[in-house]
């Protein structure tokens, strides 16, 4: 008879709290509250959600998901894995957090480049001064059918600006790039003009572009470093 008076309790608990619009988010608040506190004020904690698994909440520190229990006593690193269907679900969310919108690049700001029927698009942030990025370039030459915008993003250093503003104002913009990346040719003349340096490094910031190459595709997905051709292919099936 206790027994199920205490499961009858039990059971309302849980409907109420399933329910009840305002006891979650007052819980995650609670639970940031006090993650935040144990963390200290040079650690930003942007959120606190319930995770897929029972028990567990996922923080977002910086751009880097963690869980805690419903104390916030334990912070942990790692990542969440359904077995059943092997979907990493920790991985799915950090691809989500680094998305755009295609729509929020500013096309006018890159050198575009169009080879064959020019169908398929992706975005390269890149600093001409990155070993990376002279790797990624030489491998995306085996692409087709592609529209290429590449934001000149020089974060290396002042030579990398420099180099960045003569190829821009450079006759062919593209063809300086190209000389430069992948034949070794040094670019020269004028680096006066009008550039869109400060918007390019402007964007990266606001969108947590921290290195580059980083590449972004039509649905907004963030690929960051020298992408293997062959991933880059099978992102670009994925989209059809």
Do not use: H
Request: proline share 5%; net charge positive.
């Amino acid at each position: 008879m206790i027994l199920n008076k205490f499961l009858s309790v039990a059971v309302f608990t849980c409907i109420t709290l399933l329910f009840s619009g305002a006891v979650y988010p007052q819980a995650e608040q609670q639970i940031k509250t006090e993650i935040q506190k144990r963390l200290g004020p040079n650690v930003k904690v942007k959120s606190v959600s319930a995770a897929p698994v029972p028990g567990l909440y996922e923080v977002l520190v910086g751009n880097e998901f963690f869980y805690t229990d419903a104390s916030g006593k334990y912070l942990i690193q790692g990542e969440i894995i359904e077995l059943a269907s092997g979907k990493n679900i920790t991985e799915q969310r950090q691809a989500d957090l680094n998305r755009i919108k295609w729509a929020d690049l500013n096309q006018a700001n890159a050198i575009k480049t169009v080879r064959g029927n020019g169908s398929r698009q992706l975005a390269v942030f890149s600093d001409p001064n990155c070993g990376y990025c002279k790797r990624l370039e030489k491998s995306m030459q085996q692409l087709e059918n592609v529209t290429i915008y590449t934001y000149l993003t020089p974060i290396l250093s002042a030579d990398s600006t420099q180099k960045s503003k003569q190829i821009w104002c450079a006759a062919d913009p593209f063809k300086a790039y190209i000389d430069w990346m992948i034949n070794g040719i040094s670019p020269s003349g004028k680096s006066d003009c009008n550039t869109p340096l400060d918007k390019n490094l402007a964007f990266a910031k606001t969108y947590g572009i921290t290195g580059t190459p980083t590449l972004f595709f039509t649905d907004g997905s963030r690929f960051p470093g020298a992408v293997q051709i062959t991933d880059i292919e099978k992102k670009f099936s994925s989209l059809k």
